[in-house]
């Protein structure tokens, strides 16, 4: 009796066992309802699972019992993890995974703005493009100048985009305003920015339509996000044909330490290369900057930065009222500039920005016998929550402070003022789906000057047609103070304003990219120049499309972008006595760069054309206003970097010519009083020529280029 007895009691332990088995089985698809294979499918923290067939399907069975967790994964998307109760019945499920939240397959805001971050694949301009692009000679507003919606090369100095004028257009370090970032300023001669390229690892440029962040800007915002720590010890040596410098850089496990200098003198170039300018003094600088940067913690990152730079320059300018009287314009230029930062993740979904920012900026000018002094003070602090929600998601909030002092003398009289500004801002990137991101903004300034306040609102709608392509649009009101040689004569002002409105298509593949914006401005709250007293009674508009095409995979080891802007823009601002286009708009501007690595022999080659149709100017003699044109604007420049060793030390030959052809370019021109005498305003020669030697001491190679 007790063998059977034990064969039943085995039987039965057997067929409980067997009953208390729970059969998982289902399908797995995409958020589009297409059937994903080769996805695993487990019980989490056991040995059951299985993966899907070529349908989706799956099936298996688990002697797991009660509340567990069941985990699916599979290559490009999220993991998916539910919760189910294992009791013995069967099981049935369909399950969506959603894509992995990559470049390629997530929306981003782009409507205006045109990125450039060096860990970005889908990157248009970043700072080695800068350095190599021909013309630009490694001037970060130059090489700007290549990418549509931007003027071509003129006589003002600054960024000029979409009909804007250059005070317009705002640059900002790491978040913070940078008041003065060009050298020194000469009647009719645009001047370099300040900044190497390579300070930075991100730069976003926007034509229009800007984050709530930035203020300020009537016409655009230019960003630059500084590097983070510097990957290895090493010196650097520049011998130039207009000078040198030497930069430091020390490495260390948190921190890293970058001193340097330079000294600049034009005099014996000048005497190589013949000038159409009358210098009287050849531009000379010298200056030297510290750059820290400090790690705190596994998210947090501080960073310091000083700049100072003096220089001199002077320039003989034609009295066209006296020929025989040239004026002697003689100026001296000092800047500094200390800009500091911090950056550290609260928690997981909490990221904390903070900065402050000083700067000065010094004129000591001499016209003939007249005495001329500028003087410019700047400070500011910013302060910047982030805190991210869902799965791409994030709301940011901030306020800023500025104080700024100007002061002017023009011989034994005197004229300043002092303007505090409070700024905050509320901005959400929304996403309602993958394919599917809101920007709203709100932005609000408060003036001491000016007594007034005002409020910014700013939207934007991105949406994801394809893997590689998507559509925006966008709306914003932007708002800035009159310039300050307006507030320094004049403080019974307002603001000025512009709404822009904004519709992007953009095609972007890893080696491609397509992009065509159209948009419309308005401008209102124009400063005015009656004669007798300034008012805010302009306006104008704005109106265009920008194209763009850059691709890197056609031709091998090649590279190539072309610009196209169309213009179409009007203003009564200043002292114009009727609505029409000033004289820094063309009609059409377009661009084409080109850049070749020759690998057998460590080179690259560039070339830049640029195109610019004539640019109205006042004629004195035409009861017509600004109905004049210049001729049509050329430039063709090429660059060659050749990469070798000099003591076996990593060296880049760099050689640049711009307008090869020797093309006769006008931006405009000045009259007499009386009209009877006119001068062309050409660039101050016909060619630059610009040869360096850049010796890297200590962990560079040939992979530079």
């Known amino acids: 009796m007790k063998t059977p007895l034990l064969t039943l009691s085995f039987l039965l332990m057997l067929t409980s066992a067997v009953f208390a088995q729970t059969k998982i089985s289902g399908t797995i698809k995409s958020q589009k ?23 989706g399907k799956f099936s298996f069975t688990t002697d797991e019992k009660d509340s567990k967790q069941l985990l699916v994964t599979l290559v490009g998307y999220e993991p998916h993890i539910q919760t189910v109760q294992l009791t013995g019945s069967a099981i049935e499920l369909t399950i969506e995974l959603d894509e992995l939240a990559t470049e390629l397959n997530t929306v981003v805001v782009s409507a205006g703005t045109m990125e450039a971050n060096d860990n970005r694949k ?14 630009a000679e490694a001037d970060i507003v130059s090489a700007l100048q290549t990418l549509p919606g931007t003027q071509a090369t003129s006589s003002q100095q600054g960024l000029l985009v979409r009909g804007g004028a250059a005070n317009e257009t705002k640059m900002y370090f790491d978040g913070m305003l940078i008041k003065n970032p060009y050298l020194n300023d000469l009647p009719d001669i645009a001047s370099r920015g300040r900044f190497s390229p390579f300070m930075f690892k991100g730069m976003s440029f926007s034509a229009g339509g800007y984050s709530a962040q930035y203020g300020q800007a009537l016409s655009s915002a230019l960003v630059l996000e500084s590097k983070d720590l510097e990957p290895r010890t090493t010196t650097g040596v520049s011998l ?8 430091q850089t020390n490495k260390f496990k948190n921190s890293s330490l970058q001193v340097g200098g330079q000294y600049i003198n034009l005099q014996p170039y000048y005497g190589l290369v013949k000038q159409d300018a009358n210098w009287n003094y050849a531009p000379r600088s010298y200056g030297g900057s510290v750059n820290y940067k400090q790690k705190t913690g596994s998210t947090g990152m501080f960073k310091f930065f000083s700049e100072f730079s003096s220089g001199k320059v002077g320039l003989d300018v034609d009295n066209l009222d006296d020929l025989s009287k040239p004026g002697n314009y003689l100026n001296k230029n000092n800047n500094l500039l200390v800009n500091s930062t911090y950056r550290q993740f609260l928690s997981d979904k909490v990221k904390l920005d903070a900065g402050v920012t000083f700067s000065t900026d010094r004129d000591s000018l001499k016209y003939n016998t007249d005495k001329i ?40 009289k005197e004229r300043e003022f002092t303007d505090n500004m409070a700024a905050a801002f509320v901005e959400t990137d929304h996403y309602f789906t993958r394919s599917l991101v809101a920007r709203l903004g709100l932005r609000v300034e408060n003036s001491s000057l000016l007594n007034q306040a005002n409020l910014a609102p700013r939207a934007s709608l991105s949406y994801k047609l394809s893997q590689f392509s998507q559509v925006s649009v966008a709306y914003g009101k932007f708002y800035q103070s009159p310039e300050d040689i307006v507030l320094v004569q004049s403080k019974n002002l307002d603001y000025q304003s512009a709404d822009h409105y904004i519709l992007n298509y953009q095609y972007m593949s890893d080696k491609r990219t397509f992009r065509v914006e159209a948009y419309y401005k308005n401008y209102d709250g124009l400063v005015k120049n009656s004669g007798d007293y300034f008012n805010n009674s302009g306006r104008g508009y704005a109106r265009g499309v920008d194209i763009f095409w850059r691709d ?54 560039g070339f830049t054309y640029t195109f ?44 640049s010519v711009s307008n090869i052809p ?44």
């Open 33 to 55: 309802g297409k059937p994903l294979s080769n996805a695993g499918i487990a019980i989490k923290d056991s040995y059951d699972g299985s993966t899907s067939d070529k349908d």
């Open 612 to 655: 610019a149709s004539g640019r109205p100017y006042y004629n004195p003699n035409n009861p017509v206003f600004m109905s004049d044109k210049t001729r049509d604007f050329h430039n063709l420049s090429m660059n060659v970097s050749y990469l070798t060793r000099i003591m076996n030390q990593f060296t880049v030959v760099y050689l």
């Open 552 to 605: 890197s995979k056609t031709i091998p080891t090649a590279d190539y972008w072309i610009s196209y802007s169309y213009l179409d823009t009007k203003r009564n601002f200043n002292d114009f006595p009727v609505e029409a286009r000033p004289n820094f708009a063309a009609t059409h501007t377009a661009n084409l760069v080109y850049k070749q690595y020759v690998r057998p022999i460590h080179s690259q080659v």
């Open 240 to 247: 130039m044909s207009v000078g040198g410098g030497i930069v």
């Open 662 to 705: 020797g093309f006769n370019n006008v931006y405009g021109y000045n009259y007499s009083t009386d009209g009877s005498v006119r001068k062309a305003i050409e660039p101050p020669a016909k060619r630059t020529l610009f040869l360096g030697v850049f010796i890297t001491i200590g962990g560079s190679d040939f992979n530079a280029l």
């Open 122 to 135: 889908m990157a248009q301009l970043k700072s080695l493009d800068i350095a190599t692009t021909a013309g």
């Open 373 to 412: 002094g500028d003087y410019d003070r700047m400070a500011e602090g910013r302060g910047m929550i982030t805190y991210f929600y869902g799965r791409l998601s994030s709301l940011r909030t901030g306020v800023e402070y500025y104080n700024s002092h100007k002061y002017q003398r023009f011989n034994d």
